[in-house]
């Protein structure tokens, strides 16, 4: 059997439905030089039955394991791996058709040892999801896509979109998280290691997220509460960015005390809070050309401001004995 060049490693928890889109989008990749591993981290609802429709159109593998976390099941399926590269994706990505070619040409013009991509949004999104992609990766708020072409020569790639040399992931021992910024970590000792991570802003994924803003609310806050974790593991990894989400949540809440003691002081904080999220619906209707998504995108904005502020300061708060990374 041919060695492929790419394992497409995916974990997967009780989202059949999401299993299949992705796999259906990868059959219609134009370069197939690639495997693909789906590994079930004990999930009720099963995705077997779903990876055998696509036995013969893909070269597929289809794993069943205990429910550990993804960076576990991630370890997993990499110890399961025969390409060169090992290609991670989380379950709600579907592919472009040329996202293969897009990874071969940028591979070819420089050598490197990981790789991540941006993500979009399609058509089919909810306006809701639109507003959440929004918020995800505007510079405006904690998301974005760190970096640039300009910045090829170091990027902080995210495990829902995030390639890897097999032998540089085995150097490193894998994901050591078992969750929460469980790709932060790996891409932090990837870069102490001095291995080389780039942007490849042609290889991207239409990134579904959550559809509730109350699932939103669960991830972002857990965003905050591994950042939190990734600076007790690593210090001096968390900036003063990073604590962006905190003052926003602080300033809130102090917004009425303030105003009550201090008016004009109070005066001008609401009046700098509005500022702020006026520039995010005129840069989000920019964007999005929706004057719904602009305005369902100040909502994701204070949501992923707030959980995810909330989370890292609870989780910074509890101290250095809760840094593992298990959940």
Known sequence: MKTPTYSVIVPVYNRPGEVEELLLSLTRQRQHNFEVLIVDDGSAQRSDSVVDKFRGKLDIQYF?????????????????ARGTYLVFFDSDCILPEHYFEAVEDALAKEKLDAWGGPDRPTSDFTLRQRAMGYTMSSFLTTGGIRGGKRHMGWFQPRSFNMGISRAVFEQLGGFAFDRLSEDIELSIRLKKAGFKSGLIADAYVYHKRRTTFSQFYRQVWNFGKGRALVGR????????????PTLFVAAVIALPFIYLFAPRLGTALAAGLVFYLAVIFIHALMTSKNVVVAFLSIIAAIVQLWGYGVGFVKQWMKGPSTSSGTA
């Open 233 to 244: 593991r690593h210090p001096g990894e968390v900036k003063l960015t990073h604590w962006f």
């Open 64 to 80: 069943f394991k205990q429910n550990s976390g993804p960076g576990p099941t991630r370890n997993y399926g990499a110890g399961h």
